[in-house]
């Protein structure tokens, strides 16, 4: 009998104003490590909406195939949020040192709001992913 691993695709759209290339390149390298082939658009730098900080943000996004259910794939990514200092008292403040967005689990479109901000428009316009 022949086991067969079921895998999703998941686009993802990540960004930080608060030491971010620091902070992106940590979600990075865990992201790499958890998921090996993911594919990574360019970093792009964008004004934050709707937020009183008006520090800019670095955005990247990325797509990646996973054989994990979409609830440990939230968790891992809320993990990863944390490690970084991502806490509910600097959301409020408007310091966000690492959003990670999950935006699609195979067909599932998790944040169809999110996809109307222009700031994912520029992260997936810089993405050219195979």
Known sequence: MCDTVTSHTCLLCMGSNLDALLHLKNAEDALQHLFPDIE????V?????KMENPQP???RAARFRTSLSLTEVRSILKQIEQTNGRT?????EGRIPLDIDLLSYDQQLLKPEDWQK???HLAFRHANFT
């Open 40 to 43: 990574w658009g360019g970093i």
């Open 57 to 59: 943000f670095l955005n």
């Open 118 to 120: 222009e700031y994912v």
């Open 88 to 92: 509910p008292e600097s959301k409020k």
């Open 45 to 49: 730098e964008t004004v934050p909406e």
